[in-house]
């Protein structure tokens, strides 16, 4: 007994009490591009990034970086000779338009238009079906934790179930593989309307690292646009919350 209260009080309180609030430590978040100049005619962070997340406009001082491309991996900060590029620990980046994730030396944050519709509905209990279609388990993982003992998205009425016929809103991980493609319809499909779409992760956003290949087939986004975008690779479990609790329109 007395070793176990000594684990508790090393360990301290794990639960987050206001997820609005936390402060994590040792994340790699929000990317931030500075107004320091460009070298002349340099490309180096475009030319590194994995998956052509990083546009660079005709000044040579513009740098503009799609959040729902980008991997994180931070090639771009260290190929930048005039460190123009910096990832923060901000983790409010979840958008509700696919057009609005973009950071640039101009816009400094991602915000989110509340629906009224979907709070109006969903706003006191939202429950969720998560589709892998064919991820790596790394998004999968951080949406698990989600609704554990540290972030509780719970407490807010927000739960995974089992069934698509529980479900009011998708959501999906992974670049939408061809073989992922019937499974992913007939989740749709089991769901009772109303119900809209969430698509979390580089992967589900863009295609992320395998955007051009022929396994892919991601139609299925062409005719259910979805109403949350969470980028990351993987997305923190509070850009996942913060960006429901966003589109609810919760204080």
């Not at 709070?119 to 554990?148: D, H, P």
């Not at 719970?154 to 073989?179: E, M, Q, W, Y």
């Not at 499974?183 to 089991?190: D, N, P, Q, R, T």
């Amino acid at each position: 007994m007395f070793r176990a209260l000594k684990v508790r009080l090393n360990q301290g309180r794990q639960f987050i009490p206001d997820v609005r609030k936390a402060q994590p430590k040792g994340f790699r978040g929000l990317p931030q591009i500075s107004d320091t100049p460009c070298e002349t005619g340099c490309t180096k962070c475009q030319a590194v990034c994995p998956t052509s997340a990083i546009a660079l406009a005709p000044l040579p001082s513009t740098v503009r970086l799609d959040l729902g491309r980008c991997v994180f991996c931070d090639d771009c900060t260290r190929a930048c000779p005039a460190n123009k590029i910096s990832f923060s620990e901000g983790y409010l980046m979840a958008s509700d338009s696919r057009e609005t994730l973009f950071i640039s030396e101009t816009i400094k944050k991602i915000e989110i238009k509340s629906s009224d519709a979907i709070r109006r509905i969903f706003g006191r209990s939202l429950k969720l079906r998560s589709v892998s279609t064919g991820g790596c388990n790394g998004c999968e993982l951080e949406l698990n934790a989600a609704g554990n003992v540290n972030f509780d998205m719970g407490r807010f009425g927000i739960d995974f179930v089992a069934s698509p016929r529980h479900a009011d809103a998708l959501v999906i991980s992974g670049p939408l593989t061809k073989n992922m493609s019937q499974a992913l319809e007939l989740a749709y499909e089991g769901m009772p309307d109303p119900k809209f779409v969430i698509s979390v992760g580089a992967c589900a956003i863009s295609g992320g690292l395998y955007e051009n290949s022929p396994a892919l087939d991601r139609t299925f986004l062409d005719r259910f646009k979805p109403s949350l975008y969470v980028p990351g690779c993987p997305p923190h479990p509070l850009t996942f919350v913060n960006g429901i609790l966003d589109l609810l329109g919760a204080p």
